[in-house]
Nanobody, 117 residues
Framework: QVQLVQSGGGLVQAGGSLSVSCAASGSISSIHVMAWYRQVPGNQRELVAT???????NYADSVKGRFTISRDNAKNTVYLQMTSLKPEDTAVYYC???????????WGQGTQVTVSS
């Protein structure tokens, strides 16, 4: 069982930057997919960014060019760096890790990001 602990986020003015981190209790070197989702109350969880083991990263159109997903295997941590933030980026952000063998999926506890106008 892998525990994920998120940190970072917070309150920032529009145009500012924030980052969120997701520290895993176990190694992340073998993960197949890591991702960040976000959710606004009353809405479905939205996929923001993904990165797969082959090095491919993908981003939602709404964050492309502004957000960057990355990982540090030595620290067993994945990151989401957010720049040029907009009020519509306000949400609770969740990290997601998928291990392939055996197939397992883990979610972080969520981190609030609030962007004021």
């Amino acid at each position: 069982q892998v525990q994920l602990v998120q940190s970072g986020g917070g309150l920032v003015q529009a145009g500012g930057s924030l980052s969120v981190s997701c520290a895993a209790s176990g190694s992340i070197s073998s993960i197949h997919v890591m991702a960040w989702y976000r959710q606004v109350p009353g809405n479905q969880r939205e996929l923001v960014a993904t990165a797969t083991s082959d090095g491919t990263s993908n981003y939602a159109d709404s964050v492309k060019g502004r957000f960057t997903i990355s990982r540090d295997n030595a620290k067993n941590t994945v990151y989401l760096q957010m720049t040029s933030l907009k009020p519509e980026d306000t949400a609770v952000y969740y990290c997601y890790l998928n291990y392939p063998n055996p197939w397992r999926v883990y979610w972080g506890q969520g981190t609030q990001v609030t962007v004021s106008s």
